[in-house]
C-alpha cells in the first residue's frame, strides 16, 4: 500500500510498473465469515513472495488451518507453489505475464478462448474461461485461462487511441499487443 510515512516499513517498490514508497500489509480472511483472522506487516521493499512461507508458518502457529487460498501474482514462485503443495493447500495464483508459462498458454489457447461454450457470467461480468490440465512443479494442477469482455474492449480502446496518436508502431505489433488484453492466466494446485 503507498506510504510516504518516514517509518522503517516505507520503502521503494515497483508495483504494477510504478515506483513508489510503500509498506506492506498482509491480511487473511476467515472464508466463511470474511473478518480478518491474521495480519501482519513488512516493508515494502521486500518482495510479495518472500512472505509467503513465513505467513503459511505463523498461521499454523496460532492454530489456523489454511484449506484454501487466493493468491496474487507476486507469490508466483516454485518455491511458494511446492510449499502450497507440500501442506495440502488447494490455490489459485494468478500468472506472472513475462514468464514462458504465460506466453506458452496464450499462444496455444487464445485461439479458441472466445468461443461461447467458455462463456460464463460471474455477477456481471462475462468472462471466458477454459481450464487446461498441466503438471505444476511435480504435482497435477489446472492453469485458467481467462477474457473479460468488458475489460478487453476498454484495455484495448486505451491502447489502440494511444498507438494511433503515437504512430509509431506497425499494424503487426498492434495486432500482436491487442492480442492479450484482457486476458489473465492463473494456475491453481489441490489436494
Not at 517509518?7 to 521503494?12: E, K, T
Not at 518472500?50 to 487466493?70: F, M, N, P, S
Amino acid at each position: 500500500m503507498p506510504n510516504d510515512i518516514l517509518f522503517p516499513l516505507s520503502a521503494v517498490n515497483s508495483h504494477n510498473g510504478d515506483i513508489s514508497n510503500e509498506a506492506k500489509l498482509i491480511f487473511v480472511l476467515d472464508s466463511k465469515s470474511g473478518l480478518p483472522l491474521y495480519f501482519r506487516y513488512a516493508a515494502g521493499n521486500i518482495v510479495d513472495a518472500a512472505t509467503l512461507k513465513t505467513t503459511l508458518c505463523e498461521l499454523h502457529a496460532y492454530g489456523i488451518d489454511v484449506e484454501r487460498a487466493i493468491i496474487d501474482a507476486g507469490y508466483y514462485s516454485e518455491g511458494n507453489i511446492k510449499e502450497l503443495q507440500r501442506n495440502q493447500i488447494s490455490f489459485v495464483m494468478r500468472q506472472i505475464p513475462n514468464r514462458k508459462r504465460y506466453t506458452d498458454l496464450v499462444a496455444q489457447y487464445t485461439a479458441n478462448l472466445d468461443d461461447a461454450k467458455n462463456l460464463v457470467k460471474c455477477r456481471e461480468r462475462l468472462v471466458y474461461v477454459i481450464r487446461i490440465p498441466r503438471v505444476l512443479f511435480g504435482k497435477e494442477g489446472y492453469a485458467y485461462l481467462e477474457e473479460e469482455i468488458d475489460r478487453k474492449h476498454d484495455e484495448i480502446k486505451k491502447y489502440a487511441r494511444a498507438a494511433l496518436e503515437n504512430n509509431d508502431l506497425t499494424t503487426d505489433e498492434m495486432d500482436e499487443a491487442m492480442r492479450t488484453k484482457g486476458l489473465y492466466p492463473d494456475n491453481s494446485g489441490s489436494h
